[in-house]
Every structure is written in C-alpha cells, then in structure tokens.
C-alpha cells in the first residue's frame, strides 16, 4: 500500500509474481495454502490494518508497542510530546534494576549521546560499574530539552527553566555555571 496499491486484485497480483519469484526454478506451492495466496478478504483486512498504522503518529505507535512489549516487572515512563511537554521515554528492565541497587552505591555515570542515529534525540545511558564490566542500568531519550549542570552542586537544570541565553550557555561550557542557589551561598 504504501508504494500505491490499493485495490485488492492488484495486491493479489503483485503477491502471485512475488511468490513465482521466491520459488524461482522450485516447485510453487499450492494456491490453496493461503500463506502464499491469501483469500480477498485476508488480503482486505491487512489492508485495514496498514491503513491504520498509516494514519497514527509516532508517538501513539511508540505507546502501543511500549504497552505490548515491556514486561511487568520492567519499569517505563513515557511523555508523549505536547504544546507544553516535551517528548520524553525512560526505560529500566528488572535486571538492570538489580544491577543499579547491586553497583550503585558507589559510583553511577551518565553517558550521553547526540546525533548518533539518524534521530536528533539526546540518548541518556545511566551505567555502574559491576566487578566484571560496565553495565547500562537505565536508559532514557529526551527531545527539546537543553540541560546544564551546576559545577558547585552537580544538579540538572533545563536552560529554558534557569533562563539562560545561547551566550551564557556558551560561556558555561568553556567557563563553569553556577545555579541561583549556589550563588547565593558564597
């Protein structure tokens, strides 16, 4: 459908050359077997469900394949993006849960990636390190949110909220920043 077929003759068309093709020089199996020839109204009803798929957005797919596929001891949070909200998804399975609460008590890193897929989302890895090796204990993309840390308190601040300019930011990152509460204080 989505290089243009859309009446149900020309699918069945097009998956009786695709089925010669794939049995090319081998015997074809029978036109009974509907795996291979699919009846009107099979073919119909997928029909039915790609023109669902089709016309949801992402982010309700991304909702409903979270909710099929997470496990109920996994834990997930999950912000579709909004006028007011940004997009944000944090997964953590069971077992990167142990690991976290095993190796977590002494040191946790934060390993971010920008620009890596073919995504421009930020793409969060919270890791420990075990005896063995470092382990991703979490993972978590967040959209449209630029994020600095104070180098006095080591918190998280989104820029937007702590009303920084691009030239502050710039500053920052060649200089240090300080949050409101860290200024005061000296």
Request: hydrophobic residues 40%; glycine residues 4%.
């Amino acid at each position: 459908m989505k290089a243009g077929a859309r009446q149900v003759t020309e699918i069945q068309r097009h998956l009786k050359y695709f089925v010669q093709d794939l049995f090319q020089g081998k015997l074809l199996p029978d036109f009974s077997e509907r795996q291979w020839f699919p009846s009107d109204e099979d073919v119909r009803n997928v029909m039915k469900g790609v023109k669902a798929n089709l016309t949801r957005n992402d982010q309700e797919n991304l909702a409903d394949l979270l909710a099929s596929t997470i496990k109920a001891d996994d834990k997930y949070f999950y912000q579709p993006s909004t006028d007011t909200e940004n997009f944000l998804l944090c997964i953590q399975t069971a077992w990167q849960r142990r690991l976290l609460k095993c190796y977590g008590g002494e040191m946790v890193l934060l390993d971010a990636t920008y620009r890596t897929s073919k995504y421009a989302l930020p793409l969060f890895f919270l890791t420990v390190r075990t005896n063995v090796c470092y382990a991703v204990v979490a993972i978590a993309i967040i959209a449209g949110s630029q994020m600095i840390a104070c180098d006095w308190c080591n918190n998280w601040y989104h820029m937007k909220c702590v009303a920084l300019n691009a030239e502050e930011a710039a500053s920052s990152i060649y200089g240090s920043y300080r949050c409101s509460s860290c200024k005061t204080v000296t």
